[in-house]
């Protein structure tokens, strides 16, 4: 369960203005300077803002109810999923949101801190799947690496692609955690941050397309309040920021 139960997952996502930025093809020194110093301000203004002692527990260790991979897009961040993300999610990033690319990062977070959810997070206008799509064979050769390991058809629409992709991420972590699935421990869920509204459920939702391997729209709901799972949910909201 997130912070503010798994089921506001299914709520459209605040987006909050971004930091100004300025279009350009190749990074620039007087940018990069500019920047630093607007993020040591905002960063300056948050420590002021939480206080000493939310950072002293926050040294304490981390106790995250879930493991997200999502992609390294910019476009994408915490703010639309929790208020109060730190010490709660355990944040995997890289283009295309797999779990291949990243497989120990996203088995420590499971296995030794012991998060309940896994969230896979796909999201519409996606470069990865654009590229995956297509014919990449011009890129980088590490970029090509792990664009590789998206598996999806040829010539798809971009939000087919990502919708493929993300129940391929689900199915292959099913497959890796099918134990502690069966158990009761993990559930696995994928979702599209769809800020393009190319699903036409509203821009900028988060829509959930996957639950343990369920992809079936009409039944996500009920394979999310399965008592086994709203047990677990349950057992984590009384143990974990109280």
Known sequence: MLKKHLASLL????????????????????????????????????????GTTFFQELS????????????SDSRVHTNMLDQSPEGDLFMIRDIGNQIATA?????????????????????????????ASGDYSGLE??????????????????????????HNQVAAAMEEYAEAVKEGHLVVVGAVYDFADDMKQGAGKLNLVN???????????????RKDIADETDKVKHSTHH
């Open 11 to 50: 709520v459209a996502a605040c987006i909050v203005t971004p930091f100004a930025t300025q279009a350009h093809e190749h990074g620039e020194a007087a940018i990069a300077r500019s920047f630093i110093k607007e993020i040591q301000s905002v960063e300056g203004a948050y420590a002021k803002e939480h």
């Open 60 to 71: 304490k260790g981390q106790h995250p109810r879930a493991v997200v991979v999502t992609c």
């Open 103 to 131: 497989k120990g990062s996203v088995e420590y977070g499971i296995n030794h801190l012991g998060a309940s959810l896994l969230l896979i997070i796909g999201h519409s206008s996606c470069g990865a799947i654009k590229a």
């Open 141 to 166: 050769p590490a970029i090509k690496k792990e664009l590789d390991t998206i598996a999806i058809k040829k010539g798809v629409s971009n939000i087919d692609g990502v919708k493929a992709n993300v």
């Open 211 to 225: 639950v343990n391997g369920q992809t079936d729209a009409a039944k996500l709901l009920t394979e999310l309040s």
